[in-house]
């Protein structure tokens, strides 16, 4: 949630500032603001897109060499021109953006208010940036120590960038609880949130650590840490990720892009890890826990939203094939529910971002009881990726799309290799059994491509769904997460109601809604499933709901109950999410296009949820 930028260097700021919050506009787009220091600060916010502000600022900015950028999503105060960042102090001196919540933001007013400070927004960051003015004040200090005193006081979690008109030669910044990359060009600074702000320009980054700040200066970055003041030996770390991969690359919008990527990340994702031959696993974070998988009696696996879904689905497939008992829980339940974490735990930890705050503090607390957390993320160098005892990456690529795509088919297939590693390690899986999931895993790729063919059959099936208020999604076995996936994306982007559930507990109250106005999306692949969910289908059909299935080819049952079917490549029972999924993910993207909503932007939405 929220982006943070900041240029210091040789080059002219504004581009750098303006193109990079654009690329980071995926984490918050209610407003937008700039401060460039070039003799004097200039400040440029106001509500809506960065395009809006880029068009606010239209030939009037002088060149500088020295700025902050800022898009955010909204916490304390409404999305308007004032609350937008940067936030000046109370003397015109400094100014700062921020990402996050400071929780005491009320006290520490009081006690500015006490001494005459006057507020212009509703948010914790104007707050912010006076205290930091106040300690300067008092304590006489330079911008850096200012703001790691200041910072000493406040509760909550930030990532900032600040700079001064009196000391134009520095930038500072901290963080804790919220993303933060240096990047390291040459003679030339740049702060990201993450590093997409800045890949075209450097690919030199360091990631700073909570409870650390940076201070950037022409001549290089000294890292400290905010509580002693003491030099941070930081690492620097090469990024592999290039520009095309956070573009759009002729599509309309990154969701259809992120969709049709999924033949080439899913095969990503296994690349160098499934070994059918010899019916083998090869992930280093999986032999780096050995001992402890070995001696589980329990996965927990946690995580937020299509993660947790993904994680759903993962505890079908690895009970299944390894008989260890699994359970999922959402990370924000999980971190403030008192659970029984036992030091034989496995942990499992699900984010894309790696920077979801409930799942975070999850695998922090699952951490301090003894367990050993697991994390599955997308972005490397992320928090939770650095936070995990071990893990592994999805490799789906950048995710811009808010709606989680390609990310969900990549955790999927990370969940069921984890699942083969686990059932071989443990002889609950024949090597025979591990050789045809493996080769049928291969295929996948190719029979997305085959589904995503189908795109234009499902745009014109968006159209029975594309007046609706409410919609259904049923499932069963491994396809009723597949359900509640689909029920999300349609809700997030369209701004239909839509609910998942297990098909067979429709009739112990969802089937009360079904009319001829309720359409229900049926998910039901070829499998040991099947015959009961035909039963549901019949159940929705006598109560006159319109019925959309996605089902394997040639089920002449299900069509014949069908106003709709979307038919997929046979495949395994196991398997059948990975397929199952994608007629799903471009039916919500085709109703949202066709309800003329902002697919990649949802409204109140946010790409990476750091605040709890
Ligand atoms: O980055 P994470 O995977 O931790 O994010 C979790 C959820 O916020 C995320 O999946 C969200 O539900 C998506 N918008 C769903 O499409």
Known sequence: MCGIVG??????????LINGLKRLEYRGYDSSGIALYNGDLEIYKCKGKVQELENLTGGKIKSAKLGIG???????????DVNAHPHISNNGDLVIVHNGIIE???????FLLDRNYTFKSDTDTEILIN?????????????????RLALREVVGAYAIAVISKKEPDFMVSARLGSPLVLGLGSGEFFIGSDATPFIDLTKKVIYLEDGEMAIISTTGVSIRTIESDQPVDAVIHRLKMDLDSIEKGGYDHFMLKEIFEQPTSILNTIRGRLFENNAQIRMAGLDAISDKLEKANRILIIGCGTSWHAGLVGEYIIEDLSRIPVEVEY????????PIIKSDDIVIAISQSGETADTLAAIKMAK????????????????????????AFTHAGPEIGVASTKAFTAQVTV????????????????????????KEIKLIPKKIESMLELDDKVQSIAKLLNKSNNALFLGRGFNFPVALEGALKLKEISYIHAEGYPAAEMKHGPIALIDDNM????????????????????????????????????????????DAVIEIPETLDCLTPLLTTIPLQLLSYHVAVQRECNVDQPRNLAKSVTVE
């Open 70 to 80: 800022h898009t955010r999503w909204a916490t304390h105060g409404e999305p308007n």
């Open 368 to 391: 301090a009881a003894g367990a050993c957390v697991f994390g599955i993320c997308n972005v490397v160098g992320s928090s939770i990726a650095r936070e995990s005892s071990a893990g």
């Open 104 to 110: 005491n933001c009320d006290s520490l007013k009081q």
């Open 331 to 338: 990370a924000s339940e999980f971190r403030y529910r008192n």
């Open 131 to 147: 205290f930091i003015e106040y300690v300067q004040k008092e304590e006489k200090v330079t911008l850096d120590q200012a703001v």
């Open 519 to 562: 359409p229900v999306i049926i998910v039901a692949p070829r499998g040991g499933m099947y015959e009961k969910i035909v039963s549901n289908i019949q159940e929705v059909k006598a109560r006159k709901g319109a019925v959309i299935s996605v089902t394997s080819y040639g089920e002449s049952e299900v069509k014949a109950l069908s």
């Open 415 to 438: 969940l069921t290799m984890i699942a083969l590693y686990l059932g071989r390690s443990n002889d609950n899986l024949s090597k025979s059994r591990f050789k045809e999931i493996a």
């Open 7 to 16: 240029y210091m260097g040789k080059k002219d700021a504004f581009p750098v």
